[in-house]
């Protein structure tokens, strides 16, 4: 069951420092794009993945291919992909053991967000941390 209360949301917020954000964009109208330096001006460190800007510099970090790629570990990966191609990431996210899984608004995968569930991944779902952060008052 994906976390959907109020201090289990808290928790996973004050508790992750480095943010790998799947579906990053260079355009800064693109929801991801702005969510990624929401999160940054509130202290995160983001990282984004995209295999299409891969090696390009994106708000003053690289991109990296997937998951697998980022030399460091992460504490949450955040998907901002169609539903339909989340499966190859929560599994790679499971496989690198990432503690968080965040599907953003609109990313729904059951199926996947329970086998992450079951591998031990804290896993949100259908929600936005630039939303949330504010409305549970979380400070930077």
């Known amino acids: 069951m994906p976390i959907e209360n109020d201090q289990g949301l808290r928790d996973i917020l004050a508790s992750v420092c480095t943010i790998a954000l799947v579906g990053a964009s260079e355009k800064n109208s693109r929801p991801s794009h702005e969510v990624m330096e929401y999160l940054q001006q509130k202290g995160y460190r983001v990282i984004p993945v995209n295999p299409r800007l891969e090696g390009k510099q994106l708000l003053g970090e690289t991109v990296y291919a ?3 790629s980022i030399p460091e570990p992460v504490d949450m990966a955040e998907l901002f992909l169609a539903p339909e191609r989340t499966d190859a990431i ?10 968080v899984l965040w599907l ?5 995968n059951e199926a996947g967000a329970e086998r ?3 591998a031990g991944l804290k896993v949100v779902m259908g929600r936005c941390p630039k939303r949330e952060i504010p409305r549970l008052n979380i400070a930077s």
């Open 66 to 68: 997937d998951l697998a």
């Open 90 to 99: 929560i599994d790679q996210a499971i496989e690198l053991k990432i503690p």
């Open 104 to 108: 953003q608004i609109g990313v729904i």
């Open 116 to 118: 992450a569930e079951h």
